[in-house]
């Protein structure tokens, strides 16, 4: 990933035919609800989160501003995590949730190495992986994820499946890498103009560090 | 919010409420972590009473807690009178029924109480002063904004829900501006980011306002109705040249006059004000000169433009049934609590009672009140949890959650008065403040009848008519019960002495002894201060994100989110003091000394320097260590950014 997508057409996605999150990087604070919500809604308020925000530039280097990136699970097209499982604990649904089924889990923590995202979680207790399930308990209830829910300043959104979600939407931003090819389902969206150069020069130096 | 319990009615998850038009059904950090800060395990459940040798605390059954704390005030009346009695209540979590200790000191005799606020009041009496009323367009208005300029505050992280309108404004074409000399997260999203000297606004805005008419982009017609004074105001504008503003506020001439002109000639503009430029000695008059530029330019009683600052439109209850007022009564400002404390005499303070309030960490002076506190003969604190202030206590009595008792809320952003329902019984033996303040009043043979024996009946004779069934729309849904609609003086009427806008104030004269005519004057600890040869630079203590003062950032929800605190300081700075970035450093002045780690800061201005208000965790700086206890020129606030410093490694 290089500058070359800064002010471009190019990494601009079509959906992916899966559900997934879209981020807003203008609206992200970093106010970290979305991490909380989403503890509370999966009972791992004592345990590693699902979801976190990792900031860049957070020690407000003159050269762009500080943006926030709230990610998880990305649920991504070609799962690397399924594709590594050797018990087949990993389910790809027809909605695109990728879902991760506990009583089927060895704990061989083989799909921690394999997501290139750090999305699954080794649970020391209980000896087994769980990750974000874009709350698909909820879902299935016609309801939104509980980080989306949370989020005050609505900077982090769902798009159902097979909607696009408008060609703004950006498949990728610089630092945001996908190297296993697994398509990942995460959108964002990004100020227009010279604020979006801002952002990915930002975002550029932030990963060459 | 909606409030999920599990099986054995706990509180397990908090989720914003879709039929709260101000927060759009969303919750922030703090919203969500009151899950867990009621049952956290630090919580206080049960009285606790100072061991006598002094060391720690130990269990006290209510009984016994509340018949010697009644034993010990009586004897202190009969001997010192009721005015050796100090107390010193804080907001809590904003309900009616707050108030009603009055009930049980009024009819002790009296007490020696606290006026003015920490907070905002400099702030809304020059509101007040000018516009007649502290109100404001309702917060879904901002979006119609097409130029938004925050002044003084930063609501990216002290006001997500206002933060998302903004956000709003801009994607649909609004330009933002944040004027503020620290770079927040609220500066970072601005298309135009100043940083005047702290202290300076009166000045910048001013210049603004010169500008303005020099360029003769007034709105005219509106000042001829509606303006009071604005002749003379016009001609002390003649002291702001841009160049001399520049020198004050270290803004260069040519952003003076580009944000002039933008607010000048875009419309609707909406300027936020923040508490921030309400902290020091000059604050009102800063205040009023600021508040001035939204009528100057025919911002006023418009939609997407105004004055926002604060909106007391939900503050529409009947005062609270209170017995009559003693004759003795004496109160002191809250910011200056520490030297009360020491110099009060006749009688001087022997005892204190202090509830939903942290003083002993959050007042200025804070080492210092802490030792007045200490010296005390008798100190209760009513708290949820303990604090630097409940530390120094000989009782610690166990409060009570929003959760956890009937009340009525109002706000001071949007217009919403909203009913709280009791969505859990108190744990432990934690009973409701006004159950404490019955039981005292029980012991001391008081008349009772003032606290409310049915809740809900009391506080639907709160509400105005017709009560009844707006208490059961409220229970539904929050409400607007001003009836003042949705845009601030749409009417054009002003509650003012002349019914106009106040350019010229004699009010502000008679009451405050201020000039007529807000103008720029420089702080005693400012830019242009001698007392920078010794301590040359400007602190700041904001607030951020995760934390109200020293509430929430203890929370096991909330770590990870946090910023640790740190000293933020310029590189330029930083270097010849020898501070390198992650250094422990001393900040000190001749009031008092703090150590903690520097975090160089490109973003903030040089000469200033910033560290995070709020003692959440031991070790945590005390900031207010350095703070003056000054009274701002206006309505009894506290100064809390007008403190200069001196840094060096340690
Ligand atoms: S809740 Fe929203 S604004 Fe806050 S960190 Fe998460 S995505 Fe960002
Ligand atoms: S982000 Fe990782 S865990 Fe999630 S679907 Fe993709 S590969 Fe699997």
Redesign the pocket.
């Known amino acids: 990933m290089s500058g070359e997508h800064a002010g471009s057409a190019a990494g601009r996605g079509a959906r992916s035919p899966g559900a997934g999150f879209t981020?807003d990087l203008h609206?992200?604070?970093?106010?970290?609800?979305?991490?909380l919500a989403c503890r509370i809604e999966n009972g791992r308020t004592g345990t590693a989160p699902w979801r976190r925000?990792v900031p860049v530039n957070l020690v407000r280097r003159l050269a762009g501003p500080t943006y926030?990136l709230?990610v998880a699970c990305h649920h991504c097209d070609k799962p690397a995590c399924l594709a590594g499982c050797p018990s087949r604990a990993y389910e790809k649904r027809a909605d695109g949730v990728v879902l991760h089924h506990a009583e089927r889990c060895l704990g061989c923590r083989y799909c921690e190495m394999a997501c290139p995202f750090g999305a699954p979680q080794y649970d020391r207790d209980r000896g087994i992986v769980s990750k974000c399930t874009l709350c698909a308990p909820r879902l299935d209830d016609g309801r939104l994820p509980a980080?989306v829910t949370?989020?005050?300043?609505g900077?982090?959104q769902l798009a159902p499946p097979g909607r696009d979600t408008g060609g703004e939407a950006l498949r990728d931003v610089p630092g945001f890498v996908d190297p296993a090819g697994c398509g990942p389902s995460l959108r964002f969206r990004a100020p227009a103009g010279a604020r979006r150069e801002q952002l990915f020069r930002a975002l550029q130096e932030a990963m060459a560090r | 919010m909606l409030v999920s319990l599990d099986e054995r009615d706990r509180i397990v998850a908090i989720e914003g409420d879709p039929e709260n038009p101000a927060t759009g059904g969303r919750v922030c950090l703090k919203g969500l972590a009151y899950a867990q800060r009621q049952s956290d395990p630090a919580r206080l459940l049960a009285p606790l009473r100072r061991r006598r040798d002094g060391r720690g605390f130990e269990p006290v059954g209510w009984d016994e807690a509340l018949e010697e704390i009644a034993r010990r005030l009586v004897r202190l009346r009969d001997e010192s009178g009721p005015l050796a009695a100090l107390y010193y209540e804080g907001s809590g979590s904003h309900g009616a029924l707050g108030g009603l200790a009055e009930a049980f000191w009024r009819q002790f005799g009296g007490c020696t109480r606290t006026h003015g606020d920490l907070c905002w009041p400099a702030g809304l009496e020059a509101t007040r002063l000018t516009y007649g009323a502290n109100l404001h367009n309702h917060p879904r208005l901002t979006v119609e904004s097409r130029l938004v300029v925050v002044w003084g505050h930063n609501p990216a992280e002290t006001n997500v829900h206002q933060w998302r309108l903004i956000l709003d404004a801009q994607s649909r074409g609004a330009r933002l501006v944040v004027i503020d000399p620290r770079r927040t997260d609220s500066t970072d999203a601005a298309d135009l980011h100043v940083q005047p000297k702290p202290g300076t606004d009166a000045a910048l805005a001013l210049g603004i306002a010169r500008i303005v008419v020099d360029e003769g982009l007034e709105d005219a017609a509106m000042l001829r109705a509606h303006a009071h004074g604005f002749a003379q105001y016009r001609a002390r504008l003649a002291d702001y040249p841009v160049q001399r503003v520049a020198e004050i506020t270290g803004v260069g001439a040519s952003t003076v006059r580009e944000l002039a002109l933008e607010y000048g000639r875009v419309k609707p503009a909406l300027l936020i004000a923040g508490f921030g430029l309400q902290r020091h000695h000059h604050a009102g008059q800063a205040m009023r000169a600021v508040a001035l530029l939204p009528a100057l330019t025919g911002n006023v009683g418009v939609p997407g433009g105004g004055w926002q600052y604060a909106n007391l439109a939900s503050h529409c209850l009947r005062p609270l049934p209170l017995p009559p007022e003693p004759p003795a009564r004496r109160s002191v400002p809250v910011s200056r609590l520490a030297a009360s404390l020491e110099t009060l005499d006749a009688p001087p303070i022997r005892a204190a009672w202090i509830e939903r309030a942290n003083p002993g960490s959050q007042n200025p002076a804070a080492p210092r009140l802490r030792r007045a506190l200490e010296a005390l003969d008798l100190v209760v604190v009513v708290d949820q949890f303990m604090t630097p202030t409940a530390e120094l206590a000989h009782f610690v009595l166990p409060a009570k959650t929003l959760f956890e008792e009937e009340d009525l809320v109002t706000a001071y952003w949007h217009p919403y008065l909203q009913w709280r329902a009791r969505i859990v019984e108190p744990p432990g033996t934690v009973r409701p403040e006004t159950e404490i303040w019955r039981a005292l009043s029980q012991r001391l043979g008081l008349d009772t009848s003032w606290f409310p024996g049915d809740r809900e009946a009391f506080l639907r004779g709160l509400l105005p008519e017709p009560s009844e069934a707006r208490l059961d729309e409220l229970k539904k849904r929050p409400m607007d019960l001003s009836g003042l609609g949705d845009v601030a003086f749409a009417d054009r009427r002003f509650p003012t002495p002349s019914g106009k806008i106040e350019f010229a104030s004699d009010q502000a004269a008679e009451r405050w002894g201020v000039d007529r005519i807000p103008g720029y004057v420089a702080l005693g600890e400012g830019s242009e201060s001698p007392l920078r040869s010794r301590f040359p630079l400007q602190l700041l203590s904001c607030k951020t994100r995760e934390r109200i003062h020293s509430q929430f950032g203890s929370l096991a929800w909330v770590r990870g989110v946090e910023r640790p605190h740190a000293l933020d300081i310029h590189p330029d700075d930083a270097g010849p003091r020898g501070v390198q970035d992650g250094a422990r450093v001393a900040v000190w002045n001749e009031r008092g000394r703090i150590e903690l780690r520097a975090r160089l800061t490109p973003g903030i201005r040089p000469g200033v320097v910033h560290v995070l208000e709020g003692r959440c965790h031991e070790g945590d700086p005390d900031v207010n260590a350095l703070v003056a206890e000054g009274v701002t020129d206006m309505n009894h606030g506290a100064t809390f950014y007008e403190c200069l410093v001196e840094v060096a490694p340690v």
């Open positions: 981020l609206r992200c604070v970093g106010c970290g609800a979305c991490v925000v926030f709230s980080c949370a989020c005050p300043t900077a982090l």
